[in-house]
Nanobody, 125 residues
């Protein structure tokens, strides 16, 4: 059974940092890309970051480039999103997702197959 579970959300000050975790079950890293998305109040879900199945390709939304970093720990079957230099506009529910039908090097922004339940990030000014 495929399952993704996010954790690590919480309250941060502007300029602060958080590390979000996405624990994957029933998924093999070489067979999937893993992305992070977020949804702010009264807004649609938006792409944040993705790491390819190979682990060598990454892509970020322009709004977070230079501030967020996506990585993975193969032994723990976990993908991380390091959020730094946080802004109030980063406040949102953050979701991780797995895409199982792309290429080894794909960094998709759409077409994900499985989603986690989300973890809430709140950034104060």
């Amino acid at each position: 059974q495929v399952q993704l579970v996010e954790s690590g959300g919480g309250l941060a000050q502007g300029g602060g940092s958080l590390r979000l975790s996405c624990l994957l079950s029933g998924i093999t890293f070489p067979l999937c890309a893993v992305g992070w998305f977020r949804q702010a109040p009264n807004k649609e879900r938006e792409f944040v970051a993705v790491i390819s199945g190979s682990g060598r390709e990454r892509d970020y939304a322009e709004s977070v480039k230079g501030r967020f970093t996506i990585s993975r720990d193969i032994a723990k079957n976990t993908v991380y999103l390091q959020l730094s230099s946080l802004k109030p506009d980063d406040t949102a529910v953050y979701y991780c997702a797995a895409e199982l039908h792309g290429t080894l090097t794909a960094v998709p922004r759409t077409g994900y197959d499985f989603w986690g339940q989300g973890t809430e990030v709140t950034v104060s000014s």
